[in-house]
């Protein structure tokens, strides 16, 4: 998908980061708004939707960071599906997927790239079940904002930066590392919209 193609001033490209310590929204060219939700799924599915609400969409791109749980991932990368790894409603429905809900506990970008698995939580040690469902990473935004995206009927794509391993230094290397991917973002973002013209 070209941003070039969706994005107008009518209809700009979303970008919602949770942290303003994660992106310097300084960068932002014409045609591209910057949105900070805070911390979590609530927090995200509030602001995205909220931005949604008030100005009509090309595109909504999340950024953030994220820990690795498969070895691979490193750098800047695209998400390609999404999954909730803290919905914890079992008898009722197996872990990752809410009950009485038809809205699909999968959420894919149409793109290439790795599998997040976003939840509440800052992942600072081994979860078999997320090694069993093929998770590559951990953060705590992009369910949510991809959840609703597919309410409104916007397109979505995201990129994270790896910051961690999620293990017991996650923390301190989360710190050192927040904000070392955004110029890395802010290229790719650039580049795109300069070169799908």
């Keep these: ?10 209809r700009p490209v979303l970008v919602v980061a949770a942290l303003k310590s994660e992106l310097d929204a300084e960068r932002a060219v014409v045609g591209v708004e910057v949105v900070f ?15 949604l609400l008030r100005e ?3 595109l ?7 820990g690795k749980i498969s070895k691979s991932p490193h750098g800047l990368i695209e998400i390609s599906r999404v999954i ?5 409603a079992m008898p009722l429905s197996p872990r ?5 809900s038809d809205e699909g506990h999968i959420l894919e970008s149409g793109r290439v790239g790795w599998v997040c698995g976003t939840g509440d939580s800052f992942v600072i040690s ?13 953060d705590m935004e992009l369910f949510a904002i991809a959840g609703a995206c597919k ?4 397109p979505w794509r995201a990129f994270k930066y790896v910051t961690d391993a999620a293990d017991d230094d996650a923390h301190d290397d989360w710190n050192a590392n927040l904000a070392s991917g955004a110029d890395l973002f802010w290229d790719w973002l650039n580049a795109t919209l300069v070169c799908d013209a």
Aim: proline share 3%.
């Design 1 to 10: 998908m070209s941003i070039r193609r969706y994005a107008t001033r009518s």
């Design 37 to 51: 939700s805070g911390l979590g799924k609530v927090n995200a599915a509030l602001a995205t939707a909220q931005a």
């Design 56 to 58: 009509e969409r090309a």
């Design 60 to 66: 909504v791109v999340n950024y953030g960071s994220c």
């Design 84 to 88: 909730q790894r803290d919905m914890l």
């Design 96 to 100: 990752g997927i809410t009950p009485y």
């Design 126 to 138: 081994e979860d078999p079940w997320l090694t069993e469902n093929k998770i590559d990473v951990v």
């Design 151 to 154: 309410r409104f009927g916007v």
